[in-house]
C-alpha cells in the first residue's frame, strides 16, 4: 500500500511541470507572456472580378483574447468568417496568434481601400497596415481570370458562361446552352437550363424554367432538375439543369430567353445587428447564425438575350411530299398479310426512326396508287426521348387488280440540317401474291399463262351514284341564323324568362295569403264595405232612403262581424248597445236606421249626410 | 301592219306568249327544276351554274343547297359538297336525309372523325338548334308552371306541379350544355382548296407543317392578312390561305358571286 503511494506520488511529480507548462501561461497577462503584440491584415488576393470574392486575414500576434472590429472599406462588403486561435510555448516563451478571416466583395468595379483594423488590446491600440485591392469588371467572352486559380474554367464556356453584372449574380444566375444557334423553322433542338445559386443560399424555385416571348416553343422540359455542386471562379454554386426541347416559329433572328421565379432566404447583414448579450457571446459564427435575422426575397433570374438565328428552308429540292420533318431519320416498311385476294385489304406499317420533329413527320406515300384503293393512315408515336424516338404508321391498302405483284415503294422525305439538304428514302417494293377474288372455277394448268391473265376479271368500274335530290325548292333565306339570333325565339324566351320572374312575386303573395288567411277576409270585407259606401251615395242621391238603410245597415253588421266573428245577419241594436259604449255613433245610426226602416218615414236627407259621412269616416281604412 | 289585223293579232299573241314563257323558265323553281335535270343527267357543272344563280337571286334553302352539295360531291369536289351540307343541316337540323348522305360523303372520301369523348358524341346526337329548342321549350314549360302554380288560377295539384317543374329543369339541363357546345362549332370552317397546306407561318413561302384534305372542318383561331391560323378537331393546326376554306354559316360567297348574273360560262366555281 505504502509502494503504491510512492508511486503515485511520483506520478505526481512528473505531471506537474507538464501542467504548469501548458496552463500557467495562458492564466498570466499578456504583458508578462509576450512583448511584442502586432496586428497585421493581408488579403488572399489584391485584385479580383466583381463576380468572385477575396479572403481578408487579420492576425494579431501575442495575445490569446482580442475582438477586432470588422474591417472597413468604402464599397466593399465584408462577411464574418471565422477566427482561429494558435499558441506556443518554445523555450519558455508563450506566443498567441489569433486569426480573425473575412470574406469581401465588391459591389462594382474599381480601386478600393481597406482602411486599418484597429485592435484595443490592454488599453493600448494596435492597428494593420492599410489594404489595396482592384475590383475587375467581368470579360465579355468568359469568366475572367481567376486570381485564386481555383476555378473550373470547364463549366463555364463560350457565350453561355458571361456572368453578368448587377445584384441577381450576387445569389445566381441562369444560362441556356442551346444545342445549335442557327437552325431552322420546326427544328428541334436539345438545350440544357442551367440554374446557379451560391452555396450557403436557402432557395426555393417558385417555377420551373419559363420561354419568354412568342418566337419559339417549348417542346419537353424536365419537370425535375438535376442538382450538383460546382465551384465558378473559386466560388461554390449549387448547379440545377433542365434538359428540353425548343423549335422556332418563323425565320429570322430572335433572342432566346428563359426565366424561372425563385425565393431566397437572405440573412439580413450581421454588422447591423445588436448583440442581447452586449458582446458576451463575442464572434462566435455559431451565435451569429442563432441570432441572425431572415427575410425572404422573390428574385427572378432571366438568362442573357441568346441570338437563334432561325434560317428559311431552302426551296431548291424540295420534294413534293416533304411535310416538315426535320432532323435524321430512317425508314422500315412492312406488309401483312403478303398472300391476299383482290380486294383485301393488306396493312402496310412503316415505321419512322431518328431524331427530329416527330409531330410534322408524316406517312410515307406510296410512289404509286395504280391498282390499289388506299386508306388514311394512321400514326403513333414512342419517343424514347424529347425529339428522339420513332413513329409509326399502318395504312389500309386494297389491291383492286390481279395482275398486281408487289406492293409500290414508299418514299417518305425530310431535312436534314446538319447536310443542309433534303433526303428521300423509298423503300423497295414488297413482293405479294394475289389470289381471285371471284368464284370462278380456276383456269386449267395446261392453259398457257398469258390465256389466264386474258381470262381474268378486270377490276369492276365503281357505278356512279345517284346523286339524292329533293324536288321542293323550300323556304328561302338570305342568311343562316342561329336560333337563338331569330327575333320569334328572342321574344318568346323573353316571355318565358318574364313569366319566371312573375311568378316568384305571385308565389310569395299567394303564401303569404295561406299563413294569414285574416288578411284575405279582411280584404274581402273592405271591398264589401266599399261597394256598400258606394250603394249609399247613390241611394242618397236618388233620394231612395230605403236602400240607403239597407246598405248603411249591411255595412255596418258586416264590419262588426269580422270583428265579433260572427254572421254579419246576426247582429242587432241590442248587441251593439251590449258590446260598443254608449257614445258608439253606429249605435246612435243603428238606432235611427231601426226606427225608420219601422216607421216607413223617410230619412232627412241632412241626416242621411250625416250618417253617410260618419259610415264612410269609420268604416273605410 | 294594221291591214292585216289577224296577223298582227298572232303576232302580239306569239309575243305574249313568248314573254310568259321565258318568265316561266326563269323562275327561281323553274330554275330548281331544271338544274336537277341536270344532276340526273350528269351535268353537274351546269347545274351548280344554275343553283348558284337561284342562290344569287333569291337566297339559299335547304333543298338548294342539299342538292347543290350533291352536285358538288358526284363532280368530286368533296370540299364544296361537305360545306353545302353542312350549311343545309343547319337551315334543317333535323333532317336525317342531310345527316346521312354528309356522313356517306365523308366516309367515301376517308374523312373519318377521331374518336370523340362521350359527352361530345352525345351533343351530336341533335343539332345545336335543335338542343336549343328543346331547352327553350323545356323552359316555358317551367314558367308556365310556376305562373299556374303561384297564382293559384289554374286548378294544379302541388304534386303534379312539382313533378312538372323537376322534369322541366332535368330537361333543360340536359339539353342547354349540348346546345351550347354545339354552337361553339356553329361558325366552323370548312377546307374546300384542294392540296391546302397547313403553314408553320402566314407568309407566301413558309415551311409546310403538313396537308389537310378538303371536306375537313377546322376552327378558326386566329387571321394575319389573308391567312387563318386554323385547328382541326384532331389538334392539328397551322395557317392556312383563305381561299382554301369556306364558312359555313357565310353564305355571301354563294349569293354574291360573279356567276350568279352571268349567263353561262365555263367556270361555276365562286371566286
Not at chain 1, 440554374?195 to 432557395?203: D, E, I, K, M, T
Not at chain 1, 380486294?343 to 416527330?358: A, C, E, V, Y
Not at chain 2, 310556376?146 to 289554374?154: D, Q, T, W
Request: glycine fraction near 6%; include cysteine; hydrophobic fraction near 35%.
Amino acid at each position: 500500500m505504502k509502494e503504491l503511494n510512492n508511486k503515485r506520488t511520483h506520478l505526481y511529480w512528473y505531471f506537474l511541470p507538464l501542467f504548469c507548462a501548458l496552463f500557467i501561461p495562458q492564466l498570466l497577462p499578456d504583458t508578462i507572456r509576450a512583448q511584442d503584440i502586432t496586428v497585421s491584415a493581408r488579403l488572399s488576393g489584391d485584385s479580383f472580378p466583381v463576380t468572385e470574392a477575396v479572403l481578408l486575414t487579420v492576425t494579431i500576434n501575442g495575445t490569446s483574447s482580442a475582438t477586432p472590429p470588422v474591417p472597413k472599406g468604402k464599397g466593399l462588403e465584408f462577411t464574418y468568417r471565422g477566427q482561429s486561435i494558435q499558441s506556443q510555448w518554445v523555450n519558455g516563451k508563450s506566443s498567441s496568434t489569433i486569426i480573425f478571416t473575412y470574406m469581401v466583395q465588391a459591389a462594382k468595379p474599381g480601386r478600393y481601400t481597406i482602411e486599418p483594423v484597429r485592435v484595443g488590446i490592454n488599453n493600448q491600440e494596435y492597428a494593420s497596415q492599410p489594404l489595396s485591392c482592384t475590383v475587375q469588371p467581368v470579360s465579355k467572352s468568359g469568366v475572367s481570370g481567376n486570381t485564386s486559380g481555383s476555378g473550373t474554367p470547364g463549366a463555364q464556356s463560350g457565350t453561355s458562361a458571361r456572368l453578368r453584372s448587377g445584384k441577381a449574380d450576387t445569389i445566381g444566375f441562369m444560362r441556356i446552352h442551346p444545342e445549335h444557334t442557327k437552325i431552322y423553322p420546326g427544328q428541334l433542338i436539345h438545350m440544357t437550363i442551367k440554374a446557379f445559386f451560391r452555396q450557403g443560399l436557402r432557395v426555393t424555385l417558385n417555377s420551373s424554367p419559363r420561354l419568354t416571348g412568342n418566337d419559339f416553343i417549348l417542346h419537353s422540359l424536365d419537370e425535375k432538375p438535376r442538382q450538383i455542386e460546382t465551384r465558378i471562379n473559386g466560388q461554390e454554386y449549387v448547379e440545377l439543369s433542365w434538359d428540353g426541347t425548343i423549335s422556332a416559329i418563323k425565320e429570322g433572328e430572335f433572342p432566346l430567353v428563359f426565366d424561372m421565379d425563385a425565393s431566397l432566404l437572405v440573412r439580413i447583414n450581421s454588422q447591423q445587428r445588436r448583440d442581447p448579450f452586449g458582446g458576451l457571446l463575442g464572434n462566435d459564427p455559431f451565435f451569429d447564425d442563432f441570432f441572425a435575422r431572415y427575410s425572404r426575397r422573390e428574385v427572378k433570374l432571366i438568362t442573357p438575350d441568346l441570338p437563334i438565328t432561325v434560317r428559311p428552308l431552302p426551296t431548291k429540292n424540295r420534294p413534293a411530299d416533304f411535310s416538315g420533318a426535320i432532323g435524321s431519320f430512317s425508314l422500315a416498311v412492312a406488309a401483312t398479310p403478303r398472300k391476299a385476294k383482290v380486294g383485301d385489304p393488306i396493312t402496310l406499317k412503316m415505321k419512322i426512326s431518328g431524331t427530329g420533329n416527330f409531330d410534322l413527320v408524316e406517312s410515307p406515300q406510296l410512289t404509286k396508287t395504280t391498282g390499289w384503293k388506299t386508306y388514311p393512315s394512321q400514326g403513333t408515336v414512342e419517343q424514347q426521348h424529347p425529339g428522339q424516338g420513332e413513329k409509326t404508321f399502318e395504312q389500309a391498302i386494297v389491291p383492286t387488280s390481279p395482275t398486281i405483284a408487289s406492293i409500290p415503294a414508299v418514299r417518305f422525305s425530310y431535312f436534314d440540317p446538319d447536310l443542309a439538304d433534303y433526303i428521300t428514302l423509298s423503300s423497295d417494293p414488297l413482293e405479294i401474291t394475289l389470289e381471285q377474288a371471284t368464284n370462278e372455277p380456276q383456269p386449267r394448268q395446261s392453259q398457257p399463262e398469258k390465256n389466264v391473265k386474258e381470262k381474268e376479271p378486270l377490276p369492276a368500274r365503281p357505278q356512279p351514284q345517284a346523286v339524292p335530290l329533293r324536288h321542293e325548292l323550300g323556304t328561302m333565306v338570305h342568311a343562316i341564323t342561329p336560333l337563338y339570333k331569330k327575333q320569334l325565339f328572342i321574344v318568346t324566351i323573353s316571355a318565358a324568362m318574364l313569366g319566371l320572374f312573375l311568378a316568384i312575386p305571385l308565389y310569395s303573395r299567394r303564401k303569404t295569403l295561406e299563413n294569414h288567411p285574416e288578411r284575405a277576409v279582411r280584404k274581402k270585407v273592405d271591398k264589401e264595405l266599399t261597394s256598400h259606401i258606394r250603394a249609399m251615395e247613390d241611394a242618397m242621391a236618388a233620394h231612395d232612403h230605403n236602400t240607403f238603410i239597407t246598405h248603411c245597415r249591411r255595412a255596418i253588421q258586416k264590419y262588426f262581424a269580422l270583428q265579433w266573428d260572427v254572421t254579419p245577419g246576426s247582429i242587432t241594436l241590442a248587441d251593439l248597445q251590449q258590446h260598443l259604449p254608449a257614445q258608439h255613433p253606429f249605435t246612435a245610426i243603428f238606432s235611427q236606421l231601426e226606427q225608420a226602416d219601422f216607421s216607413h218615414e223617410p230619412l232627412p236627407r241632412q241626416t242621411m249626410q250625416s250618417m253617410l259621412e260618419t259610415t264612410r269616416k269609420e268604416l273605410l281604412p | 301592219m294594221m291591214k292585216y289585223p289577224i296577223i298582227t293579232a298572232i303576232y302580239y299573241l306569239l309575243f305574249a306568249l313568248a314573254t310568259i314563257c321565258h318568265a316561266t323558265e326563269n323562275t327561281p323553281e323553274a330554275l330548281f327544276e331544271s338544274a336537277n335535270q341536270d344532276v340526273v343527267q350528269g351535268n353537274y357543272a351546269e347545274a351548280i351554274h344554275k343553283y348558284h344563280q337561284i342562290a344569287g337571286k333569291v337566297g339559299v334553302s335547304a333543298p338548294l343547297l342539299f342538292n347543290l352539295a350533291g352536285s358538288y360531291a358526284a363532280s368530286g369536289q368533296t370540299g364544296k359538297a361537305v360545306l353545302n351540307y353542312e350549311r343545309a343541316l343547319r337551315l334543317d337540323p333535323g333532317s336525317e336525309e342531310i345527316k346521312a348522305t354528309l356522313e356517306q360523303v365523308r366516309e367515301d372520301a376517308g374523312l373519318y372523325r377521331d374518336s370523340t369523348p362521350t359527352y361530345e358524341r352525345y351533343a351530336n346526337l341533335l343539332e345545336a338548334d335543335q338542343w336549343l329548342m328543346i331547352s327553350a321549350a323545356a323552359l316555358i314549360l317551367l314558367s308556365l308552371t310556376m305562373l299556374a302554380s303561384a297564382s293559384g288560377k289554374v286548378a294544379l295539384l302541388a304534386s303534379q306541379s312539382k313533378w312538372i317543374t323537376a322534369c322541366s329543369l332535368f330537361i333543360l339541363l340536359l339539353s342547354l350544355p349540348p346546345a351550347l357546345l354545339c354552337y361553339t362549332s356553329w361558325n366552323s370552317y370548312v377546307v374546300t382548296g384542294q392540296d391546302a397546306t397547313l403553314q408553320l407561318s402566314p407568309f407566301a413561302h413558309a415551311a409546310p407543317t403538313g396537308t389537310i384534305s378538303q371536306g375537313r372542318l377546322v376552327k378558326k383561331i386566329d387571321q394575319h392578312e389573308h391567312y387563318l391560323l386554323v385547328e382541326d378537331f384532331a389538334g392539328q393546326h397551322g395557317w392556312l390561305e383563305q381561299d382554301k376554306l369556306e364558312k359555313i354559316t357565310d353564305i355571301s360567297r354563294l349569293t354574291n358571286s360573279k356567276e350568279n348574273t352571268m349567263a353561262g360560262g365555263q367556270g361555276f366555281e365562286p371566286r
